[in-house]
T-cell receptor, first 115, second 111 residues
């Protein structure tokens, strides 16, 4: 299977600051990446679809100005949580879709805690 | 629309017990079906998958059969181990749509 990395794995920040999370596809090129958020003891909720070279597609209820997505290359997508608040504390997971078989591979996740 | 329903947890079993986690789905077209596992503090790992009716996915002693007539994809394992303690997510994807996850089922296996 494909290898997907995320950085950082954990981040703690003060309220009002911005946090950038990176998602990398290490062994294949991904035109499409996905960002999910997972609250404790809940399922994954899709936030947005990240498209290389174009704007991300956000799910209903997700603020695009708060969760900035940049898919600058075929192997890297970044999610920036702007002006983070405690309610943004969550587990953020990215995934990449392999074009050949439509299978999705997930990153290890980033635990964000906003104080 | 597309959706996935799983049996509610948490599920607690003794080691070597038989495991079944029910999963049913609603989808247009012919989805691919997946089971993912999430260990504490980690991301998701693909456990097994099936891409068409009557396919059986299997991995690490876990099995699930794609049943189109009952729109189900139940996860089974004959003898669970403590190391199987995790949260299990049933999921589907139709063509190039998004992955739709079930709510997850927490499994605890006690020695």
């Amino acid at each position: 299977g494909a290898v997907v990395s995320q950085h950082p794995s954990r981040v703690i920040c003060k309220s009002g600051t911005s946090v950038k999370i990176e998602c990398r596809s290490l062994d294949f090129q991904a035109t499409t990446m996905f960002w999910y958020r997972q609250f404790p003891k809940q399922s994954l909720m899709l936030m947005a679809t990240s498209n290389e070279g174009s704007k991300a597609t956000y799910e209903q209820g997700v603020e695009k100005d708060k969760f900035l997505i940049n898919h600058a290359s075929l192997t890297l997508s970044t999610l920036t949580v702007t002006s983070a608040h405690p309610e943004d504390s969550s587990f953020y997971i990215c995934s990449v879709r392999h074009r050949s078989n439509n299978e999705q591979f997930f990153g290890p996740g980033t635990r964000l805690t906003v104080l | 629309g597309n959706s996935v329903t799983q049996m509610e947890g948490p599920v607690t079993l003794s080691e070597e017990a038989f495991l079944t986690i029910n999963c049913t789905y609603t989808a247009t077209g012919y989805p691919s079906l997946f089971w993912y596992v999430q260990y504490p503090g980690e991301g998701l790992q693909l456990l097994l998958k099936a891409t068409k009716a009557d396919d059986k996915g299997s991995n690490k002693g876990f099995e699930a059969t794609y049943r189109k007539e009952t729109t189900s994809f139940h996860l089974e394992k004959g003898s669970v181990q403590v190391s199987d303690s995790a949260v299990y997510f049933c999921a589907l994807i139709t063509s190039y749509d998004k992955v739709i996850f079930g709510p997850g089922t927490s499994l605890s296996v006690i020695p």
